[in-house]
């Protein structure tokens, strides 16, 4: 059964097409209007093995915010629905990636239940058009759309280039891991019985 959706998402200030496919081979087709933003989204599927595709047209005459939540957003609706009832999931994963001298972590689970937790600090208030503060808000977002408890934490670096690129690669390698089926979970992986 493939596990894909596409989210189309409008409202006054973006309009969002996004596919997301978990059993990809890491494909991107990305077009949000914001170069730096596309080469983290490019990282994440490529980690991760998703195929993603997404076009964005977005208030960028303002600023980067809502383009890159509303992503978020569009993101983390896909994800819930490309894991249907979740059954067989292995529901956890993480990740503790290094990026030359940045070492970022990432934990998710993908119970249910939404909660975000995030420690990463920048030098610098944007990378190549794309806020680093917008980083966290963009994370929230899948998280809350998605339902899904996810941890982030730089735990060390100096370049905002590296911290921002780590952040998304162990994001993708945790929700790949996450994402895997075993053939040994009846149902869903939980004592509750439901996820």
């Known amino acids: 059964m ?13 309009q969002i097409t996004l596919t997301l496919n978990l059993d990809g081979t890491g494909k991107a087709d990305l077009h949000t209007g914001i170069g730096f933003f596309d080469h983290m989204l490019d990282g994440f599927a490529r980690h991760g093995l998703f195929d993603l595709t997404v076009d964005c047209h977005g208030d960028l005459e303002v600023d980067c915010h809502h383009t890159i939540e509303d992503i978020g957003i569009a993101l983390g609706t896909a994800l819930r629905q490309a894991l249907g009832d979740k059954a ?30 995030y420690d990463a600090q920048f030098a610098t208030p944007a990378c190549g058009g794309m806020d680093t503060q917008m980083a966290r808000e963009f994370f929230y977002a899948i998280s809350y759309a998605a339902a899904i408890n996810l ?6 670096g100096e370049n905002d280039h590296h911290k921002l690129e780590a952040m998304f690669k162990a994001f993708a390698k945790a929700l790949d891991a996450a994402t895997r089926t075993d ?13």
């Not at 493939?2 to 973006?14: I, L, Q, W």
């Not at 956890?92 to 939404?114: F, N, W």
């Not at 941890?151 to 060390?156: D, I």
Request: charged residues 20%; hydrophobic residues 40%; positive net charge.
């Open 183 to 195: 053939a040994r979970i009846e149902g869903v992986l939980s004592t509750k019985g439901m996820l």
């Open 88 to 117: 067989g999931l292995v529901r956890y994963g993480s990740c503790l990636l290094p990026m030359d001298e940045t070492l970022a972590l990432c934990a998710v689970d993908l119970g249910g239940r939404p909660y975000f937790v």
């Open 151 to 156: 941890h982030l934490k730089v735990l060390y």
């Open 2 to 14: 493939a596990r894909t959706a596409t989210v189309t998402r409008t409202t006054r200030e973006t």
